[in-house]
T-cell receptor, first 112, second 114 residues
Framework: NAGVTQTPKFQVLKTGQSMTLQCAQDMNHEYMSWYRQDPGMGLRLIHYSVGAGITDQGEVPNGYNVSRSTTEDFPLRLLSAAPSQTSVYFC???????????FGAGSRLTVL | AQSVTQPDIHITVSEGASLELRCNYSYGATPYLFWYVQSPGQGLQLLLKYFSGDTLVQGIKGFEAEFKRSQSSFNLRKPSVHWSDAAEYFCAVGPTGGGNKLTFGTGTQLKVEL
């Protein structure tokens, strides 16, 4: 099993550009989520999903969009990147609502 | 709102010494509590979790944690640290059945001196 796969691992964007961070899991997990990690701030929840077609906002959703058309995939879209979105992004999934998360390896994004 | 405090940003211990990492949480009901570890450049790996029952929980790699409701704490311990334990440790709290909505602490960076 691959677990949770995130692509790309590294990305540099200019302010105003758009991009999508991809997340795929092959464990048939219903729950998926996106976190961002910034120095001294731990991980903060951006968006999460409890199943295909269902998404909701987390703690820091502004500037990010998500959709969940399949159980396997949960892409994170930045429509107009800003320097404040420079961060390491982690996708996570779990089988149920018990919050035992499996994390991807992360995607490091730099916005110039 | 739920919150997690990890008061120690950095901790240095000698290999073979005991370790305790502190975690205090704020939550209105009985929470789900977790400790995760992150090695440099890696994702997070679950060390242990507390849902209910026995307040002393055992995890992987010889770690344990004790839930103390009266102190709103969930401290992580290891009797004898190995050099490979050097990493960043995160405490997290989540609502029961909350579906991935974890709140993380800011992390404690552990350095192990040989």
């Amino acid at each position: 099993n691959a677990g949770v796969t995130q692509t790309p691992k590294f990305q540099v964007l200019k302010t105003g550009q758009s991009m999508t961070l991809q997340c795929a899991q092959d464990m048939n997990h219903e729950y998926m989520s996106w976190y961002r990690q910034d120095p001294g701030m731990g991980l903060r929840l951006i968006h999460y999903s409890v199943g295909a077609g269902i998404t909701d906002q987390g703690e820091v959703p502004n500037g990010y969009n998500v959709s969940r058309s399949t159980t396997e995939d949960f892409p994170l879209r930045l429509l107009s990147a800003a320097p404040s979105q420079t961060s390491v992004y982690f996708c996570a999934s779990s089988y149920d609502g018990a919050n035992v998360l499996t994390f991807g390896a992360g995607s490091r994004l730099t916005v110039l | 709102a739920q919150s997690v405090t990890q008061p120690d940003i950095h901790i240095t211990v000698s290999e073979g010494a005991s370790l305790e990492l502190r975690c205090n949480y704020s939550y209105g009901a009985t929470p789900y509590l977790f400790w995760y570890v992150q090695s440099p450049g890696q994702g997070l790996q679950l060390l242990l979790k507390y849902f209910s029952g026995d307040t002393l929980v055992q995890g992987i790699k010889g770690f344990e944690a004790e839930f103390k409701r009266s102190q709103s704490s969930f401290n992580l311990r290891k009797p004898s640290v190995h050099w490979s334990d050097a990493a960043e440790y995160f405490c997290a709290v989540g609502p029961t059945g909350g579906g991935n909505k974890l709140t993380f602490g800011t992390g404690t960076q552990l350095k192990v001196e040989l």
